[in-house]
């Protein structure tokens, strides 16, 4: 089983940038497709950000789309996700997960254990 560690999240201002990192570790997930999703206090788990095995396939969800980036290393052995622009409202912990593709990510369906997460407070 794939486990997972989110790390990179922190105290940001409004207009800030922070770079998220998923690491693996037991298994590579070479074979997996990656995604990024997040929990603000009080509201459902959301998909973020999605990139397939190759890392030719990126999905993301519009609240972050031109803002987001999400990437993979050429050893697939780390994921990341670039955030420019932040907004108070980006303000939640994220967390990484892996699924068979990027469309069973984006609807959170039939996806690996969670991890701890990271996270990130957006000051206004």
């Known amino acids: 089983q794939v486990q997972l560690v989110e790390s990179g999240g922190g105290l940001v201002q409004t207009g800030g940038s922070l770079r998220l990192s998923c690491a693996a570790s037991g298994r590579t997930f070479s074979n997996y497709a990656v995604g990024w999703f997040r929990q603000a206090p009080g509201k459902e788990r959301e998909f973020i950000a999605a990139?397939?095995?190759?890392?030719?396939?990126?999905q993301y969800a519009d609240s972050v789309k031109g803002r987001f980036t999400i990437s993979r290393d050429s050893a697939k052995t780390s994921v990341y996700l670039q955030m420019n622009s932040l907004k108070p409202e980006d303000t939640a912990v994220y967390y990484c997960n892996v699924g068979a593709n990027t469309g069973i990510l984006r609807s959170q369906t039939d996806l690996g254990s969670w991890g701890q997460g990271t996270q990130v407070t957006v000051a206004s």
């Open positions: 990139i397939s095995t190759s890392g030719a396939i990126k």
